[in-house]
């Protein structure tokens, strides 16, 4: 809990198509930014100190950085299949893990799925910047989608969530978040998955993420599920 208090920290995911993360490093900490690797994300940097001008710099330009928090990095990283597949990034959201697991994957075909506009634009923004060609972006709800959509080798779905766990980066949930509201999302997350498994390929790979900790919206949901 002392975590969810403390200052919140940039975290960079590092684009290993062009850049080796201790590189990018090394650049970040000539030019005057004090940063550690990540020492659960194998790409993750963490910005500690002078990330005000971060989005000015060229290495940002260049597409070699974008932001992600270290454990929204591990999802990606947790895919098992190799070479060609495709891949559905449901609530893609800004699109961190489609970026993410584009970079790991640059064979593999890739729709974001999201129905905000203005979350697309951020994705579009991102995905241009960085100058991935591998991903499809789908303007839609998850549900009504996923009802007449193909079949996928993987499916990552992060479903809206109370996000009790980036409270530090939104400390307005302190307020906001209640118990009725929690047992509402949780019902929308195993209702997620349940859909999720119908549209996987024989062997596919099903993984499931929230930024919360609450025993409803992990444990019995996953506890549903299976």
């Known amino acids: 809990l002392k975590g969810l208090n403390s200052k919140n920290q940039l975290v960079l995911n590092s684009n290993q198509r062009k850049i080796a993360r201790d590189n990018l490093l090394s650049q970040l900490k000539e030019q005057g930014f004090k940063a550690n690797p990540s020492s659960i994300a194998s790409n993750g940097i963490i910005i500690t100190e002078n990330n005000n001008s971060l989005f000015s710099l060229n290495e940002y330009k260049k597409g070699l950085f974008f932001v992600q928090g270290e454990l929204s990095q591990l999802p990606s990283a947790s895919i098992k299949k190799e070479g060609k597949f495709s891949l559905l990034d449901g609530f893609s959201g800004k699109g961190g893990k489609a970026i993410a697991s584009s970079l790991l994957f ?13 979350q697309i634009l951020r994705l579009k923004e991102n995905i241009d910047r960085m100058n991935l060609k591998n991903i499809n972006i789908v ?20 479903p809206p969530c109370s996000s009790i766990g980036v409270i530090s980066k939104y400390p307005e949930l302190k307020t906001l978040v209640s118990k009725a509201n929690i047992l509402i999302l949780a019902e929308k997350q195993k209702a997620a998955l349940h859909l999720s498994v119908t549209k996987l390929k024989p062997g596919g790979e099903l993984i499931y993420s929230v930024c919360t900790f609450t025993i409803d919206e992990t444990k019995e949901v996953i506890d549903d599920f299976l």
């Open 106 to 118: 640059p064979d593999c075909v890739i729709d974001a799925l999201e129905i905000s506009s203005s």
């Open 139 to 158: 303007q839609a709800d998850f549900f009504d989608f996923m009802k007449s959509s193909p079949l996928y080798d993987v499916i990552l779905i992060d």
